[in-house]
């Protein structure tokens, strides 16, 4: 028996990294998978193509998660593909890409998060879980500095966990659980890639301070293990390198 038979879980942003990783741990453990993206369908096709080839069930729906459609069609998937909703993991991120409008970072780490968990709440029943994927730069950004290049996309990752933390009295009627995870830099992230090219060395001086950072496929592993875990709701999970933060944030 899988830890999450018979359960149905959203990853949003999961045709690459770190959601990807997510939602084939999770379809290892028996969940039937929603994996999202915005425009790489092929991409999320290869994802659920692996999790159906270890004999799970997934299936892909793209969505943007900064429109209400692209919400709403997201946690009507779940119930249309498997007739439930039981885990939500808000992997999704972005705003360090070129060309987007100047408020697109808050748009997705905030706003965008808070409307994919107000869609999908309705759905979930007592004992589901939302899990926030976040970054020890963002989680820690009143407190500590970080790299000027990502500081609007920290700034926006730690509006959108405070804005869900509110949601937490909400969410404990309902018997839903929110749990956040922070990590280090993560090696071979877009992000990381995209600091590295503005920031060269960046990087490379996080691992030197940090003496080890986590792969992306450790870290998914951190977040799916946050799933079940038998923690109270509201908990912050620190993966990697968060003494240097000073934890008291």
């Known amino acids: 028996m899988g830890l999450l038979d018979n359960k149905t ?3 949003t942003g999961s045709s690459r990294g770190i959601g990807a990783e997510v939602a084939k741990i999770l379809a290892g453990e028996g969940a039937a998978v929603v ?22 069930r997934a299936v892909a729906v793209g969505a943007d998660l900064t429109t209400q ?11 249309e593909e498997f007739g439930s909703l039981n885990v939500l993991v808000l992997n999704a991120s972005g705003g360090m890409e070129s060309g987007v409008e100047e408020d697109y ?11 994919m968990l107000n869609a999908a709440v309705p759905l979930m029943p007592e004992g589901s879980r939302v899990v926030f994927v976040t970054s020890h730069q963002a989680h820690f950004v009143e407190t500590v ?5 990502y500081e609007p996309v ?27 995870v922070s990590g280090d830099m993560i090696e071979g992230t877009v992000t990381a890639t995209l600091l590295d090219r503005s920031n060269p060395g960046a990087i490379e001086a996080r ?13 998914a592993a951190e977040v799916a293990k946050m799933v079940t875990a038998d ?3 509201g908990h912050t999970e620190y993966v990697g390198g968060a003494d240097y933060f000073g934890k008291s944030a």
């Open 145 to 149: 500095p970080t790299m000027p290049e």
């Open 207 to 219: 691992r030197a301070e940090a003496g080890k950072l986590y792969s992306v496929e450790e870290f």
């Open 231 to 233: 923690v109270e709701s």
């Open 154 to 180: 920290a700034r926006s990752k730690r509006a959108g966990e405070d804005a869900l933390r509110e949601l937490l009295p909400n969410l404990a009627d309902k018997g839903i659980s929110l749990v956040v």
């Open 9 to 11: 879980a959203i990853v």
């Open 35 to 56: 994996v999202n993206y915005r425009q790489k369908a092929p991409r999320a096709n290869k994802v659920v193509g692996e999790i159906q080839a270890a004999g799970g």
């Open 69 to 79: 459609e692209g919400v709403q069609s997201l946690a009507s998937a779940a119930m």
């Open 105 to 115: 970072a808050l748009k997705l780490n905030r706003d965008a998060q808070i409307n």
